[in-house]
């Protein structure tokens, strides 16, 4: 199981990605990282 | 899974390209299938860079003690037998077969023709090349992880961080650009971070191998910027930056932005 998610971090899929996320990425990948190889997660320190 | 301390010693091939054997196995065997040669030999001959080796056995807690090129003769009674064994002996038959488009027999004949253009004929005779490696897990973690502490940063650990940043990156080479790797977090935006309450450090010692950074990007939005670990302190167990989001208190949720 890959890291994060074993410790309980879930996908969050490209298209919900809120505005700010989006822009984070964007910035990655002008950094020159592959989108195609990042994912971004999220972690709920509180139960929803 | 190894017993701390206990050791570990194998052996891999040489490249094709120093083993005669194999090489010669791997054309010949193509020769007959131009369309599609069987790849069987790359596998066996195909990881032999010491330093990959050291690396993954590094990655993986064991210490190298040494890698040690060995050179011996294979000896068969006659080149024959060496094709036989050689075309029939392992998983190629299996490519060869699915082919179906050339005797086995024949291809026998060819490598064997081949093998004693270098090796001669009875006995036949040619080198191997293979690299042994004598590694050891890593002793026991000795009270191990209540060693470590994680905790807010103090301004003072701030100068430790870069050249964690630095260590860890190391171990991404090859998966991000290497210009990526070898920048560090501005220190000004770490010491803003660490009296914000942002950062998060593990210690050891009272000394910095490992820190966690989270940046704001919205009121509802923290973000787990970078997490690094000094990799000689790393895969102990304690994910510290897993508590770090909820630490801060205010955070519900924390993004994370790499896989």
Same mark, same amino acid.
């Given at each position: 199981?890959?890291?994060?998610?074993?410790l309980g971090?879930?996908?969050?899929?490209?298209?919900?990605?809120?505005?700010?996320?989006?822009?984070?990425?964007?910035?990655?990948?002008?950094?020159?990282?592959?989108?195609?190889?990042?994912?971004?997660?999220?972690?709920?320190?509180?139960?929803? | 899974?190894?017993?701390p301390?206990?050791?570990?010693?194998?052996?891999?091939?040489?490249?094709?390209?120093?083993?005669?054997?194999?090489?010669?196995?791997?054309?010949?065997?193509?020769?007959?299938?131009?369309?599609?040669?069987?790849?069987?030999?790359?596998?066996?001959?195909?990881?032999?860079?010491?330093?990959?080796?050291?690396?993954?056995?590094?990655?993986a807690?064991?210490?190298?003690a040494?890698?040690?090129?060995?050179?011996?003769?294979?000896?068969?009674?006659s080149?024959?037998?060496?094709? %036989? &064994?050689? !075309?029939?002996?392992?998983?190629? +038959?299996?490519?060869?077969?699915?082919?179906?488009?050339?005797?086995? #027999? *024949? $291809?026998?004949?060819?490598?064997?023709?081949?093998?004693?253009?270098?090796?001669?004929?009875?006995?036949?005779?040619?080198?191997?090349?293979?690299?042994?490696?004598?590694?050891?897990?890593?002793?026991?973690?000795?009270?191990?992880?209540?060693?470590?502490?994680?905790?807010?940063?103090?301004?003072?650990?701030?100068?430790?961080?870069?050249?964690?940043?630095?260590?860890?990156?190391?171990?991404?080479?090859?998966?991000?650009?290497?210009?990526?790797?070898?920048?560090?977090l501005?220190?000004?935006?770490?010491?803003?971070?660490?009296?914000?309450?942002?950062?998060?450090?593990?210690? %050891? &010692?009272? !000394?910095?191998?490992?820190?966690? +950074?989270?940046?704001?990007?919205?009121?509802?939005?923290?973000?787990? #910027? *970078? $997490?690094?670990?000094?990799?000689?302190?790393?895969?102990?167990?304690?994910?510290?930056?897993?508590?770090?989001?909820?630490?801060?208190?205010?955070?519900?949720?924390?993004t994370?932005?790499?896989?």
């Amino acid at each position: 199981m890959p890291f994060y998610a074993r410790l309980g971090f879930e996908e969050l899929r490209a298209g919900d990605l809120r505005r700010e996320l989006v822009e984070l990425v964007a910035g990655e990948t002008s950094r020159g990282l592959d989108p195609r190889r990042r994912v971004v997660m999220r972690y709920r320190a509180v139960a929803s | 899974m190894l017993r701390p301390g206990g050791g570990l010693v194998f052996s891999v091939w040489g490249a094709l390209a120093d083993n005669p054997l194999g090489r010669i196995a791997h054309d010949v065997i193509g020769r007959f299938f131009t369309s599609d040669p069987p790849d069987f030999y790359e596998v066996p001959f195909g990881f032999h860079d010491e330093r990959l080796i050291r690396r993954l056995l590094g990655d993986a807690g064991f210490e190298v003690a040494g890698c040690h090129p060995v050179s011996l003769p294979a000896r068969s009674p006659s080149h024959l037998d060496a094709a %036989r &064994g050689l !075309v029939t002996g392992n998983p190629i +038959l299996l490519a060869v077969n699915e082919r179906a488009t050339a005797p086995v #027999e *024949e $291809i026998v004949q060819a490598v064997a023709a081949a093998l004693a253009a270098e090796g001669g004929v009875a006995p036949f005779e040619l080198e191997t090349r293979a690299l042994v490696v004598v590694a050891r897990a890593a002793p026991t973690p000795s009270k191990g992880e209540s060693d470590y502490v994680i905790t807010p940063a103090r301004p003072r650990d701030v100068p430790h961080l870069a050249a964690i940043e630095r260590d860890a990156a190391q171990l991404l080479r090859g998966h991000a650009p290497d210009s990526l790797l070898d920048q560090t977090l501005d220190p000004a935006e770490l010491f803003a971070a660490q009296a914000a309450g942002l950062l998060w450090v593990a210690l %050891r &010692g009272d !000394v910095p191998v490992g820190f966690a +950074l989270v940046r704001i990007l919205a009121a509802d939005l923290p973000h787990l #910027e *970078e $997490i690094d670990v000094d990799p000689r302190h790393g895969r102990r167990g304690r994910a510290p930056l897993s508590s770090a989001p909820s630490a801060s208190g205010r955070a519900g949720r924390a993004t994370r932005g790499s896989r």
